[in-house]
């Protein structure tokens, strides 16, 4: 759990003090830009969530580890998604 609050808060501090400033001078719309950022986000949480369901013992999210393998997928499905917009971004942006 502290490597994924510290992984959120060093990515939000990359966004709000590196990225934001810059949106002037990028290629891509701002409503793009941070409409892509956003769904990254909420793409990321969706990740986090889905992991720690998977590996905790909560008794609320068993049904979470008796379909394993299918949240499995749908969290690598999230993941790369994730990853793949996040690329975009840096490659369209800068």
């Known amino acids: 759990m502290v ?7 060093s990515g939000f501090y990359n966004y709000l003090v590196v990225a934001v ?3 002037e001078e990028i290629k891509l719309s701002k409503g793009l830009y941070h409409g ?5 986000i909420i793409l990321a949480t969706g990740v986090f969530f889905l992991a720690s369901a998977l590996v905790g013992r909560s ?3 068993e049904g979470f580890r008796r379909n394993r393998p299918r949240w499995l997928a749908v969290t690598i499905l999230l993941a790369a998604l994730s990853a793949a917009i996040g690329g975009y971004l840096k490659v ?3």
């Open 3 to 9: 490597g994924i609050v510290l992984f959120l808060a």
């Open 21 to 23: 400033p810059r949106v």
């Open 36 to 40: 892509l950022m956003g769904l990254k």
């Open 59 to 61: 008794k609320s999210l």
């Open 92 to 94: 369209a942006a800068w």
